[in-house]
Every structure is written in C-alpha cells, then in structure tokens.
C-alpha cells in the first residue's frame, strides 16, 4: 500500500466534479495507492476543498495558508474552527518562500508563525514548504517549538545539512516526483542518506509530475512512480519503501491512524 501524502486534489483540472475525482481515486487505487491528504493552501478556499471531499473517506485533509497565498490573509480564529473537523490532520501547508515571493517575507513570517503556535496549542504536525529560506525555517520552527508536534518538508529540493536539521526536530522529509528530473542530482543524493522511519513520498498533484509523465497534469496514481524510482535509488524493493513510508505517515498524522482505526 501506498499513500500519496500531499496533493491538491481540488486543483485537478481533471476532476471537475465528482465523478472525475472518483475515477481519479479508482486508478490510484488500481496501483496501490489507498489514501490520500488533500493540502489546504488558501484559507478561503478549505471549506469548497472540504466539500468536495466530504464523501470520500479515503482522503484526509489539512488546513493552512501557504506562504504564497498570504496576502489572501491569515485569521487564526477561523483557522481554528475548520481544524475542528475530524478529517482535519495537519496544520498546512505552511511556511516560507523567498524565492518567489520575497518581498512578502515579513507577512510569510507572521502568518508561518501564527500557524506553527496554533498547530502546538492544538497538537497537529505542520506541513511545510521551504525554498531559498532554510536558516529562517529552521529558526522559526526551533522557536516556535514546532519539535513538540513535528511535521514533514514537503516536495524536499534543500541540501542535507536542511534535511539533517530538520530530521534532528523531528520532522519528515517528503520527496515528489521532482527526484525523477534529470537536474536532481544533489537532491537524490540527499534522498539516500535519509533514513527509512523519516521518508514520505507525495505527487504534489495536480503541479510537478515524475518521468514518465513530464508534461502532463500530476495525478495521486503517479505517486507510484516516485515510489518505485526512489527504491531502486536506495537499493530497496518497492513493497519494502512502501511499507516503511505507510507506516510513517500513519505514525506523523496520528488524527487519520484514528480515523482508518491503525
């Protein structure tokens, strides 16, 4: 079994509506893939998100204001309310972007540092994007205590001196379909060092898909060939990557271990 641990499955310009989306999650299934977190970015847009998902109970959710959407606005008290539904894991997707967006950074800063307090008051790992501001995550997550409820580095492309700093907070690293380009090297070598109880693979879906799909809109189905060419490049069998990487998301989003009745 697989899990696709982070994709946007409202955002699916090839699930439009119901029928699509199941059929989404059939041909996942149909390769192994049997859960999925739906990963809120924009506050106003988590209670159409959760509708559409409402009658799936294979997808899990989380709710968040991603560092690129911040100037849609942050309201923790709502923010707090909507984590009150039971299919709710995680606090996310979270965190800082100067790359694209760095003369936000002040208003990233806030609004990462407000949801890092509320996932610790309400005990719900953090789901984060990170790029071109690694010594400022770090440094917000150490003092915000976010090593009391974890979290995981999605779609990881930082160094290992990140990836080790993170791990050492107790936090997971995340790897998409980003290591099957062909300009990833120094992201699979961080790959191999990771170890087995601190790896999660995701699609990032509907944005990013892996070789053999370049070119086309990512689907949570795909997570199978990031799984399978992140085994053979640590050496293991596809059925041992995918054990370890279930267990994992299991063991970090406890609320969906409750909720599947792990």
């Known amino acids: 079994m697989l899990i696709d641990s982070h994709c946007h499955l409202d955002?699916?310009?090839?699930?439009?509506?119901?029928?699509?989306?199941?059929?989404?999650l059939n041909e996942a299934k149909a390769r192994g893939v049997d859960y999925f977190l739906c990963v809120n970015v924009r506050q106003n847009g988590f209670e159409s998100m959760r509708d559409k998902m409402a009658e799936f109970d294979q997808v899990f959710l989380?709710?968040?204001?991603?560092?690129?959407?911040?100037?849609?606005?942050?309201?923790?008290?709502?923010?707090n309310e909507y984590i009150k539904d039971p299919k709710v894991v995680a606090i996310g997707e979270t965190g800082l972007d100067y790359f694209y967006a760095n003369e936000t950074k002040a208003l990233q800063q806030s609004c990462f540092e407000q949801q890092i307090e509320l996932a610790v008051q309400v005990n719900k790992p953090l789901i984060i994007h990170t790029r071109d501001a690694r010594e400022d995550t770090l440094n917000f997550l150490k003092n915000g205590h976010?090593?009391?409820?974890?979290?995981v580095l999605h779609c990881f492309t930082e160094n290992w001196e990140m990836a080790k700093a993170a791990i050492d907070l107790g936090f997971y690293i995340s790897v998409s379909g980003i290591a099957t380009f062909k300009n990833a090297g120094d992201l699979r070598t961080v790959i191999r060092k990771v170890p087995k109880?601190?790896?999660?693979?995701?699609?990032?879906?509907?944005y990013l898909a892996p070789v053999p799909h370049r070119g086309k809109e990512n689907q949570p189905a795909f997570?199978?060939?990031?799984?399978?060419?992140i085994a053979q490049l640590r050496g293991e069998s596809f059925e041992e990557l995918a054990q370890y990487t279930t267990d994992n998301f299991f063991n970090l989003f406890?609320?969906?271990?409750?909720?599947?009745?792990?």
């Not at 976010?146 to 979290?151: A, F, N, P």
């Open 11 to 24: 955002r699916l310009k090839a699930a439009p509506d119901h029928q699509s989306l199941q059929q989404i």
């Open 62 to 79: 989380s709710a968040g204001v991603h560092p690129l959407d911040v100037q849609e606005g942050l309201n923790i008290t709502g923010l």
């Open 146 to 151: 976010g090593d009391k409820v974890g979290g």
């Open 197 to 206: 109880d601190r790896l999660l693979v995701e699609t990032d879906a509907p």
């Open 223 to 229: 997570v199978r060939d990031v799984a399978e060419f």
């Open 254 to 262: 406890s609320d969906a271990a409750k909720l599947v009745g792990r």
